[in-house]
């Protein structure tokens, strides 16, 4: 099946400082991409939807400048979480459809674990 | 607002019994359901799905019944097998008008050798 990638895997960093994540579709184009976080033991929260070539498109209370999205390509979108404080240690989860297959289903990311001290 | 439920947040079962996890939701409007399968630290991994045009859906030891009337469906496992042990999101979509996914918050199925 088609595979998602995501980097890095775990990061540890300072408060104050900022965290890129990369999400990358290996085998197939995604025209869009969805980035998640995941609070223990709930449910997975759709923060954004990042489209290629164009703004993200931001879920309610997710704060853009704080969490910002670029899909400079059809096989790369990039999460950056700028100053990063304690509060925004988490989960976080990309995901992608193949944008050609049209069959709904979305490919999954292995997940990034943010550590903020 | 949660538009899809997991109510059981865990379960246990044996080794060789039927594993069933059950997914209630609200919006009418859903036509698209999708079962995924979470280990640790990983991201979720597609198990299987159903469209609103269909009741039910196997894929070997995995089915999924949907009963619209009720806005209900599980996913059946049968037999079960200790590496099922993970948990299991149901999420769902209006398939053709957004990208938005609704999880529900999961159920954790452990699996007894």
């Known amino acids: 099946g088609a595979v998602v990638s995501q980097h890095p895997s775990w990061v540890i960093c300072k408060s104050g400082t900022s965290v890129k994540i990369e999400c990358r579709s290996l085998d197939f184009q995604a025209t869009t991409m969805f980035w998640y976080r995941q609070f223990p033991k709930q449910s997975l929260m759709l923060m954004a939807t990042?489209?290629?070539?164009?703004?993200?498109?931001?879920e309610q209370g997710v704060e853009k400048d704080k969490f910002l999205i670029n899909h400079a390509s059809l096989t790369l979108s990039t999460l950056t979480v700028t100053s990063a404080h304690p509060e925004d240690s988490s989960f976080y989860i990309c995901?992608?459809?193949?944008?050609?297959?049209?069959?709904?289903?979305?490919?999954f990311g292995e997940g990034s674990r943010l550590t903020v001290l | 607002d949660q538009q899809v439920k997991q109510n059981s947040p865990s379960l246990s079962v044996q080794e060789g019994r039927i594993s069933i996890l059950n997914c209630d939701y609200t919006n009418s409007m859903f036509d698209y359901f999708l079962w995924y399968k979470k280990y640790p630290a990983e991201g979720p991994t597609f198990l299987i799905s159903?469209?609103?045009?269909?009741d039910k859906n196997e894929d070997g030891r995995f089915t999924v019944f949907l009963n619209k009337s009720a806005k209900h469906l599980s996913l059946h496992i049968v037999p079960s097998q200790p590496g099922d042990s993970a948990v299991y999101f149901c999420?769902?979509?209006?398939?053709?008008?957004?990208?938005?996914?609704?999880f529900g918050t999961g159920t954790s199925l452990t699996v007894i050798p």
């Open positions: 990042s489209n290629e070539g164009s703004k993200a498109t931001y």
């Open positions: 999420a769902a979509n209006v398939k053709n008008t957004g990208n938005q996914f609704y």
């Open positions: 995901s992608a459809r193949d944008t050609l297959a049209g069959t709904g289903e979305l490919f």
């Open positions: 159903i469209s609103s045009i269909k």
